[in-house]
Structure formats: C-alpha cells, structure tokens
C-alpha cells in the first residue's frame, strides 16, 4: 500500500455534478462516483451508496470479502446491520467502520434511507464470495 504513482490531479464534485446510478457492485444499491478513482490514476475509490428505493432488502450482500488494502464505511444517513464474522454489528448515521482487509462480513438488513461514503484502495478491488462464517443471518426488517 506505500507504493504510490505521483497524483497531481486536482478534483473538486459538487452534489450536482454526478447522479446516483445503478450497475454498480449490488443492484439493490445506487451508487454516486466522486471522482477520487480518476483523480488518483486508480489508486482509491471514494462514492457514496444509498438504498435503491425500487428494491428492498430480501437477502442482502451475502457473506463474502474485499481484496484490498484499506476500506473505511462511513454512515451518512440510516442504519445497516453487518455480520462481521460471527458478530452482528448496527452501523448507523455518524458511524465510521474500518473493514480490514479480507474480513468475512454480509450486509444484511438496512433502512430505507440508508447512505453511506465508502472509500477504498484501490480503486478496482475485487469482491471474493466465501463461506458463510454462521449458519444463521437474522431476517431483513420490511420497509413500510
């Protein structure tokens, strides 16, 4: 992770310079680009996330792992619940997370008006599916 290319770049987004879109690693979330991934030639990525409102959670991320060197999740808006390993974790509004690298986790409940900044290096990690680390998930709370 300390080997780095120059980044001379300069990047400033405003709210209305990109839109949250769909396509992103889940469908049942929209994602907004920041442009950290171009302005650092790669080297991070830096979006914010939000509920899809056309899809309510049913099943979640399922468990899986980043291969990666740093991911930090920063609740902006709502709640999530993450099984991390084997602990369930409530991440809400204000929290910041530090998801080491390789730590088997699953999404799996979150509000309706979820959102949050993820920020990870680098830029095109890849999403590995693993084994679940517990036999049982609770169920997703059902929106209103």
Excluded at 96 to 102: C, E, I, M, S, Y
């Amino acid at each position: 992770m300390n080997q780095h290319a120059v980044v001379s770049k300069f990047s400033h987004v405003k709210p209305g310079d990109t839109d949250f879109k769909s396509g992103g690693l889940r469908d049942f979330f929209l994602y907004r680009d920041l442009g950290i991934a171009d302005a650092t030639s790669g080297q991070v990525i830096c979006h914010l996330v939000k509920a899809n409102p056309d899809l309510p959670p049913e099943e979640g991320t399922g468990w899986h792992k980043h291969e990666c060197d740093f991911q930090i999740v920063i609740m902006t808006k709502g709640w999530a619940r993450f099984m991390y390993e084997d602990k369930s974790t409530l991440v809400e509004a204000g929290d910041v997370v530090h998801q080491r690298p390789g730590i088997t986790h699953y999404l799996y409940d979150y509000s309706e008006d979820m959102e949050y900044l993820e920020i990870v290096s680098p830029a095109d990690f890849k999403t590995v599916d693993v084994p679940p680390a517990v036999d049982n998930v609770p169920p997703p709370t059902p929106w209103k």
